[in-house]
Nanobody, 126 residues
Framework: QVQLAESGGGLVQAGDSLRLSCAAS????????MGWFRQAPGKEREFVAA????????YYTDSVNGRFTFSRDNAKNTVYLQMNSLKPEDTAVYYC???????????????????WGQGTQVTVSS
């Protein structure tokens, strides 16, 4: 089992920055992808960013590419999502997720992730 805990959300103005953290505990050595997803009210949970854990390659949805950065600190078992130039449309609950340690398909599909955090709210005012 893996436990994930997000933090760092808050209320900011358009153009501001936030850094989300996701601390992992439990069987963290077995990971293929880690991902960040978000869910706005009345909408489906959508892919934001992912990292191939072994190679370190990162992937982003088009709407955040160039503004968001996925990074990790192996010593702390923590991943981060640095969010710059925030827009009102970035408002959502943000979740981190990880899989069971083997390739199951696209990093952008939420169905390929097995473990989820509780989420952290990000609100961007205009």
């Amino acid at each position: 089992q893996v436990q994930l805990a997000e933090s760092g959300g808050g209320l900011v103005q358009a153009g501001d920055s936030l850094r989300l953290s996701c601390a992992a505990s439990g069987r963290t050595f077995s990971t293929y992808y880690m991902g960040w997803f978000r869910q706005a009210p009345g909408k489906e949970r959508e892919f934001v960013a992912a990292m191939n854990w072994r190679g370190g390659a990162t992937y982003y949805t088009d709407s955040v590419n160039g503004r968001f950065t996925f990074s990790r600190d192996n010593a702390k078992n923590t991943v981060y999502l640095q969010m710059n130039s925030l827009k009102p449309e970035d408002t959502a609950v943000y979740y981190c997720a990880t899989d069971k340690g083997y390739y199951r398909g696209s990093y952008s599909s939420r169905y390929n992730y097995a473990y989820w955090g509780q989420g952290t709210q990000v609100t961007v005012s205009s």
